[in-house]
C-alpha cells in the first residue's frame, strides 16, 4: 500500500504513533493498525493510540493502491471531523475493515499520481500536482497562468489561494464559473480562519462599488438593436461590430472610456477588426449606440468600469483573476485597482478559449504591466500545457482544432501558440451521429435522469429547440460551461446553426496541412480579419468539447459537414 498525504495534515502532537501507524498500512497490517471502516462513507478510521485516530480513504492507479491519509481525530470527537460532516460514530458499532475492501478493482480511481510527491491536494476531488504545477505553486505573485482546457489551471489557483492571508477577492466574467469556484473551494467543509475571501463574477464586484441604474446591454440586445440599422450597412455581421465597439473602440485604454473619432480612425490595421475604410461608418454606429443605452436605460460593462475608477479604492491583499481572456483591459484595471499591492495578483487565461467579444490579448494584458517598473510580464507568465481532464480521443481532436485554427488564421500570439499533452490511462471515445429521431430518443432516455451527461449548444438561443429534443436539466450555453465537466458530454448541433461560419473557417485547409506540428506563423495578410471574425466559433467548439471527461457525441443534421472531415470525424452508420 502506498501513502499519500493531505497537504493540510496536521499531525502535531501524535508523530511517533502516526509514523508507526503509517508503517502498519504500507505493509497492509490493518490488523495492528486495528483499522475500521466507517459505514457507510468510504473512509476508514485506524488507531493512533487510545484517545486519537487516523482518518483515510483508499484509492487506485496504474496497478497500484493508495491509502490516502487526510486528518487525526482527536479525543475521539468524529463529529468535528471535516470529512465526516457532523457524523456520530460509535465506535463499538463500526466493524473491521475486511479483504474485499482491500481489492483493486473496487477501489476508486485517481486520475493522476505523481510519482515523486508523497503528498496530494483536495478540492472535489484529489489532486496531484505534476513538477510544473508543483514548481509554479511556490512562487510568490505576481503571476499569469497561460493553460490549456483541463491543465488544472484553476485547480492550482484555488489551491494556491488557500496559502494566502487577510482579503482575498477571486473573480471572473462568468456567475456560473464565480460560484462553482466557490464551491470547490469550499468543497469537504473546508474553512480558512486567515482569510476572508470575496468570489465574485465582474458584475457583482461593479455593485459593490455602486449599483448600476438599469441593465447591461447583452448581445442578444445589441443584435435586435443593430437589426433596425443593418439596412444602412455594408456589413451585416453584429458579433463583429459588438467586439469592435466591446475591444477596440472601449475597453482597451483605461486613461479614456472610448476613443475619439480621430484616434479610431488613426489605428493600425493590426488594432482594429475593420478595414480603415470602414471605420468612419463604425464610428458613426458607435455614437448612436452610446444614444441608444442613454434613451433605454442600459449600461455598457466597459464604460462603467472606466467611470468606476474613481470609486475603486484598495481594499483587498490579493485577487485572483479567473478566465481573464474574458476580460477587457479597462476591467481588468479595475481589479487590479483594488489592490492594496500592486504585484499580489495571479491572472489565468488561454487565448483560445475567448468566447466574449473583446478583442483581447496577452500583448494587451502586458501593456498593464508596462505602467509599474517593478512588474516583469516575462517572468510572471508560465505555461500549463499537461491536459488531466479530458481522454486522449477528446484532446486528440482539441489538437486537431487548434491546428485547423492556426493553419487557416494563424499563430493568434507566441503565449498560445502550442498543442495540449494528455496523460495515458482514460482512452475515451468520440462519436459523431446524425439529428435523427430514433437515435435522439434513445440518447434521451440514457441521460435524462443521468447526472453523468450534459448537453451542451453554442448560444442561449439554441437551448429552445434542444429542449424539444433532450429533457435533461444539464443543458447549457457554451458561457455557462466554463469550469464544468462531465463523464460524457452531446453537443447539439454547433455546426449545423453556424454552416456558413464553419464553411470560411475549413477554407482551403486540407486533412494533409494538419500532419505537421504547430509552428509560430502571423497571418501573412495583416487586413485579413477572419480570425476575429470567426474565432467565436471555433473557441466556443474548443471549449465544448473539452468539457468532456471521456465520451463525447457530437449530433450534427449534416454530418458530411467538411470542417468534420477536417477534424477526422464521419458518421460511421452512414
Known amino acids: 500500500m502506498k501513502i499519500l498525504e493531505y497537504s493540510d495534515l496536521d499531525i502535531s502532537g501524535v508523530e511517533p504513533q502516526y509514523r508507526k501507524l503509517i508503517g502498519m498500512i504500507e505493509h497492509d497490517d490493518f490488523y495492528s493498525a486495528e483499522t475500521k471502516k466507517l459505514t457507510p462513507s468510504d473512509y476508514y478510521r485506524a488507531k493512533l493510540d487510545h484517545s486519537n485516530r487516523l482518518l483515510f480513504t483508499l484509492r487506485r492507479h496504474n496497478g497500484e493502491r493508495y491509502a490516502l491519509i487526510l486528518e487525526v481525530i482527536r479525543n475521539h470527537a468524529y463529529e468535528h471531523s471535516r470529512f465526516l460532516r457532523g457524523a456520530r460514530i460509535e465506535e463499538d458499532k463500526i466493524s473491521f475493515l475486511k479483504p474485499e475492501d482491500l481489492k483493486e478493482d473496487t477501489l476508486p480511481a485517481l486520475a493522476y499520481v505523481n510519482p515523486a510527491r508523497a503528498r496530494f491536494h483536495l478540492l472535489d476531488k484529489v489532486i496531484s500536482f505534476d513538477d510544473a504545477q508543483e514548481a509554479l505553486f511556490g512562487l510568490p505573485t505576481p503571476l499569469i497562468v497561460i493553460g490549456s482546457a483541463g491543465s488544472g489551471k484553476t485547480a492550482l489557483t484555488l489551491e494556491r489561494m488557500k496559502l494566502l492571508q487577510g482579503d482575498v477577492l477571486y473573480v471572473t466574467l462568468s456567475p456560473f464559473l464565480a460560484q462553482n469556484a466557490r464551491d470547490l473551494y469550499y468543497a469537504h467543509a473546508y474553512e480558512n480562519e486567515a482569510q476572508n475571501i470575496d468570489f465574485f463574477s465582474f458584475q457583482e464586484l461593479l455593485e459593490t462599488l455602486r449599483v448600476p441604474a438599469g441593465r447591461e446591454v447583452t448581445y442578444s440586445v445589441f443584435r435586435g438593436w443593430f437589426s433596425r440599422h443593418r439596412q444602412h450597412c455594408k456589413f451585416a455581421d453584429a458579433h463583429k461590430l459588438f467586439e469592435e465597439l466591446k475591444g477596440v473602440l472601449s475597453g482597451a485604454d483605461v486613461e479614456t472610456p472610448y476613443l475619439s473619432c480621430a484616434e479610431y480612425l488613426d489605428l493600425g490595421v493590426r488594432q482594429s477588426i475593420f478595414l480603415p475604410e470602414e471605420r468612419p461608418l463604425v464610428y458613426e454606429l458607435f455614437e448612436k449606440y452610446l444614444l441608444y443605452l442613454k434613451e433605454n436605460g442600459l449600461f455598457d460593462s466597459n464604460l462603467l468600469a472606466h467611470q468606476y475608477l474613481g470609486l475603486c479604492q484598495p481594499r483587498y491583499d490579493f485577487a485572483v483573476v479567473d478566465e481573464v481572456q474574458d476580460l477587457t483591459n479597462v476591467q481588468l484595471a479595475l481589479i487590479l485597482r483594488s489592490l492594496k499591492g500592486a504585484g499580489n495578483f495571479i491572472l489565468c487565461g488561454d487565448s483560445n478559449q475567448i468566447v466574449h467579444p473583446n478583442y483581447f490579448s496577452w500583448a494587451k494584458v502586458k501593456s498593464l504591466f508596462y505602467r509599474d517598473d517593478a512588474l516583469d510580464p516575462k517572468r510572471a ?142 497571418a501573412k495578410d495583416k487586413a485579413d480579419k477572419s480570425l476575429e471574425i470567426y474565432k467565436f466559433f471555433i473557441n466556443s467548439l474548443y471549449v465544448a468539447l473539452t468539457r468532456a471527461v471521456k465520451n463525447l457525441y457530437i449530433i450534427e443534421s449534416d454530418t458530411r459537414h467538411a470542417f468534420l472531415q477536417l477534424l477526422g470525424l464521419e458518421d460511421e452508420r452512414d
Open 381 to 522: 507568465m508560465h505555461l500549463l500545457r499537461t491536459n488531466y481532464r479530458n481522454s486522449q480521443a477528446i484532446t486528440a481532436i482539441a489538437n486537431r482544432l487548434l491546428k485547423v485554427k492556426q493553419r487557416r488564421f494563424g499563430s493568434i500570439d507566441r503565449e498560445s501558440n502550442y498543442l495540449i499533452d494528455s496523460v495515458p490511462g482514460n482512452t475515451g471515445s468520440v462519436e459523431l451521429l446524425p439529428d435523427a429521431d430514433t437515435l435522439i430518443k434513445d440518447l434521451d432516455e440514457k441521460t435524462r435522469k443521468s447526472t453523468r451527461f450534459a448537453v451542451l449548444v453554442m448560444r442561449e438561443e439554441d437551448k429552445p429547440r434542444a429542449r424539444e429534443r433532450f429533457r435533461t436539466p444539464l443543458l447549457f450555453a457554451v458561457h455557462e460551461a466554463k469550469g464544468l465537466e462531465y463523464e460524457n458530454v452531446i453537443l447539439y448541433n454547433f455546426l449545423t446553426h453556424d454552416r456558413g461560419s464553419f464553411n470560411h473557417v475549413a477554407a482551403g485547409v486540407s486533412a494533409a496541412d494538419l500532419d505537421a506540428d504547430l509552428a509560430y506563423v502571423r
